[in-house]
């Protein structure tokens, strides 16, 4: 889809030089006010993209480190059974892949992933004799830093940037290749070859279709598709009981 709408700005550029150079179409104004319009909201939704992904390296490094501290919590206990230990390890290690699954796939009710947190409160409520206090407070401290970033991690997943300046960016930037010949024949169409005008359009229509190409890429980092999106290998320590 993205790739065809490179393809679609290019061609639509490319046609309009044609027809400006063919009929001698001209625009005459000041390109600066169009420029801004352009700019403005693709800067601040890229940049926007780019904020959004370093909260989600944080909140899934804290998340993760925050697993990983309950799971040596239990694990370093001597008062809980080995069977215990395997079932809350399981326990840890589902509600990771949940909620890396909803991330990637945003498929499931992430009010229930959220909420199956619940399912480490219940072990320890069931085995209260073979767990102490200080275990309980330190399990309860890592548990807040765990649902925190897990409550982050889904509200990004489930918000993205703002609509509003994405729609503009890619409204203008589906326009500008339509009226950037007739500019660039009134401004410099006398010093410049016609194929100076075709380069000229070209290069700025597929930078702005790649500019255009990244937003759209970051603005979901958990998809799995794009070459900076979040590479859950690296977060999944908690290894399986």
């Known amino acids: 889809m993205q790739s065809k709408i490179t393809l ?29 319009i352009i700019s403005f909201p693709l800067v ?9 992904r ?14 990983i501290s309950i799971s040596e919590a239990f694990q370093q206990t ?10 809350v390890q399981g326990i840890i290690v589902s509600l990771q892949d949940s909620l890396y699954n909803y991330l990637k796939s945003g498929k499931d009710d992430p009010v229930q992933i959220l909420c ?19 275990l309980k407070f330190r399990i309860g401290r890592y548990m807040k830093d765990a649902y925190d970033s897990a409550q982050s991690l889904v509200a ?4 993205g940037t703002m609509v509003g ?37 070209f290069f700025t229509s597929i930078t702005l279709a790649a500019l255009l190409l990244i937003q759209q890429q970051l603005e979901d980092p958990f998809n799995q598709d794009g070459l900076d999106d979040i590479q859950f290998d690296k977060f999944t320590i908690v290894g399986k009981a």
């Not at 063919?22 to 420029?35: A, C, E, P, T, V």
């Not at 209260?128 to 206090?133: F, S, V």
């Open 8 to 36: 679609i700005i290019i061609a639509v550029s490319m046609a309009s030089c044609y027809i400006a150079i063919r009929y001698q179409l001209k625009i005459h104004h000041n390109m600066m006010l169009f420029g801004l």
């Open 78 to 87: 001597r008062k809980i059974s080995r069977p215990n230990k395997q079932i």
């Open 156 to 159: 990004i997943k489930t918000h």
């Open 165 to 201: 300046t994405r729609v503009l960016s890619y409204v203008f930037i589906c326009i500008f290749p339509i009226i950037q010949a007739q500019f660039l024949l009134e401004s410099i169409g006398h010093m410049v070859s016609e194929w100076s005008i075709y380069l000229i359009s």
């Open 54 to 67: 370093d909260r989600v390296l944080e909140y899934m490094s804290l998340f993760s480190a925050s697993l």
């Open 116 to 134: 199956s947190f619940n399912q480490i409160s219940s072990f320890i409520i069931l085995n209260h004799d073979e767990i102490d206090d200080r």
């Open 44 to 52: 601040f939704a890229l940049q926007s993209a780019f904020k959004r």
